[in-house]
């Protein structure tokens, strides 16, 4: 079994620039979720992908976007970049649109520093 | 608004003692509560859920208690060991997959 795979690992950008961030999701999984984690806080959610739509948009503009592919796999952009979006990018997969635990399966995160 | 709350940003613990961990929330519509642990450079792990129809949930050394009417959960580790030492994120969830989270507190389990 295949787990959630994110790239790259890190990367720095600077003011300004735009930002792709891959996630494969574990086998078997059709739903991804994102989240940020900035330093000394816990992840927020971003948005959530079932079967390649949108299905849940947490408190971001709306220069963060995002993408499902038909093999699940997902892609978070983050347009017009700014010092305050460094941060750890978590992908997490799920399977199916709701959940009775909420479980989530997360990756190793995508270390975006902005300059 | 932090709709739910870790206010020990640390814990530190003997090895074989016991490690409690505490979480306060506020939103009464969260369906289910889970704990996440996570090691530096790595991604968050589930470790243990509880609906909130449940006051009490077990799993080997981890225990998770819940008491709807203080909008309180803890998480109970014994004994606690040097392996345990992690960040502990505690997380609220609804109807979707969209979890809350704590800002988290870090454990440490002294040999």
Same mark, same amino acid.
């Given at each position: 079994?295949?787990?959630?795979?994110?790239?790259?690992?890190?990367?720095?950008?600077?003011?300004?620039?735009?930002?792709?961030?891959?996630?494969?999701?574990?086998?078997?999984?059709?739903?991804?979720?994102?989240?940020?984690?900035?330093?000394?806080?816990?992840?927020?959610?971003?948005?959530?992908?079932?079967?390649?739509?949108?299905?849940?948009?947490?408190?971001?503009?709306?220069?963060?976007?995002?993408?499902?592919?038909?093999?699940?796999?997902?892609?978070?952009?983050?347009?017009?970049?700014?010092?305050?979006?460094?941060?750890?990018?978590?992908?997490?997969?799920?399977?199916?649109?709701?959940?009775?635990?909420?479980?989530?399966?997360?990756?190793?995160?995508?270390?975006?520093?902005?300059? | 608004?932090?709709?739910?709350?870790?206010?020990? !940003?640390?814990?530190?613990?003997?090895?074989?003692? #016991?490690?409690?961990? $505490?979480? /306060?929330?506020?939103?009464?519509? &969260?369906?289910?509560?889970?704990?996440?642990?996570?090691?530096?450079?790595?991604? !968050?792990?589930?470790?243990?859920?509880?609906?909130? #129809?449940?006051?009490? $949930?077990? /799993?080997?050394?981890?225990?998770? &208690?819940?008491?709807?009417?203080?909008?309180?959960?803890?998480?109970?580790?014994? !004994?606690?060991?040097?392996?345990?030492?992690?960040?502990?994120?505690?997380?609220?969830?609804?109807?979707?997959?969209?979890?809350?989270?704590?800002?988290?507190?870090?454990?440490?389990?002294?040999?």
């Amino acid at each position: 079994e295949t787990g959630v795979t994110q790239s790259p690992t890190h990367l720095i950008k600077t003011r300004g620039q735009q930002v792709t961030l891959r996630c494969s999701s574990q086998s078997g999984h059709n739903t991804v979720s994102w989240y940020q984690q900035a330093l000394g806080q816990g992840p927020q959610f971003i948005f959530q992908y079932y079967r390649e739509e949108e299905n849940g948009r947490g408190n971001f503009p709306p220069r963060f976007s995002g993408l499902q592919f038909p093999n699940y796999s997902s892609e978070l952009n983050v347009n017009a970049l700014e010092l305050d979006d460094s941060a750890l990018y978590l992908c997490a997969s799920s399977y199916g649109r709701r959940s009775n635990t909420g479980e989530l399966f997360f990756g190793e995160g995508s270390r975006l520093t902005v300059l | 608004d932090q709709q739910v709350k870790q206010n020990s !940003p640390s814990l530190s613990v003997q090895e074989g003692r #016991i490690s409690i961990l $505490n979480c /306060d929330y506020t939103n009464s519509m &969260f369906d289910y509560f889970l704990w996440y642990k996570k090691y530096p450079a790595e991604g !968050p792990t589930f470790l243990i859920s509880i609906s909130s #129809i449940k006051d009490k $949930n077990e /799993d080997g050394r981890f225990t998770v &208690f819940l008491n709807k009417s203080a909008k309180h959960l803890s998480l109970h580790i014994v !004994p606690s060991q040097p392996g345990d030492s992690a960040v502990y994120f505690c997380a609220g969830g609804g109807s979707n997959y969209k979890l809350t989270f704590g800002k988290g507190t870090l454990l440490t389990v002294n040999p």
